[in-house]
């Protein structure tokens, strides 16, 4: 069993940044934090869970949504079993409740965006975008 914790959610005004964490932790049944894929979803009040943008487990690959491109970046750090999300110029559209998630383990380096592929999930964290 993976145990997923995000952390720094928090508000923030348009225009401005901030960096989400999730650590890993956890049996993961012999397989390390690098055979996971992980990945960034949101919900926001009333809308379903959408994908933000996901890394592959050894960090070659990455994928973004359209409507983060160019201002949210995702990174591993697999020493320290941790994935970060870089947020930039944010939106008050990116208000929501943000949640990392694991998929493996794998062997290749690939990303899915759908969330039933996902085995972990964290408890999410807030971030809200005030205009």
């Known amino acids: 069993q993976v145990q997923l914790v995000e952390s720094g959610g928090g508000l923030v005004q348009a225009g401005g940044s901030l960096r989400l964490s999730c650590a890993a932790s956890g049996r993961t049944s012999g397989r390390t934090f690098s055979s996971y894929a992980m990945g960034w979803f949101r919900q926001a009040p009333g809308k379903e869970r959408e994908f933000v943008t996901g890394i592959s487990n050894r960090g070659g690959r990455t994928l973004y949504a359209d409507s983060v491109k160019g201002r949210f970046t995702i990174s591993r750090d697999n020493a320290k079993n941790t994935v970060y999300l870089q947020m930039n110029s944010l939106k008050p559209e990116d208000t929501a409740v943000y949640y990392c998630?694991?998929?493996?383990?794998?062997?290749?380096?690939?990303?899915?965006?759908?969330?039933?592929?996902?085995?972990?999930w964290g408890q999410g964290t807030q971030v809200t975008v005030s205009s």
């Open positions: 998630a694991a998929n493996g383990p794998i062997l290749r380096e690939s990303i899915s965006f759908n969330p039933n592929d996902y085995d972990y």
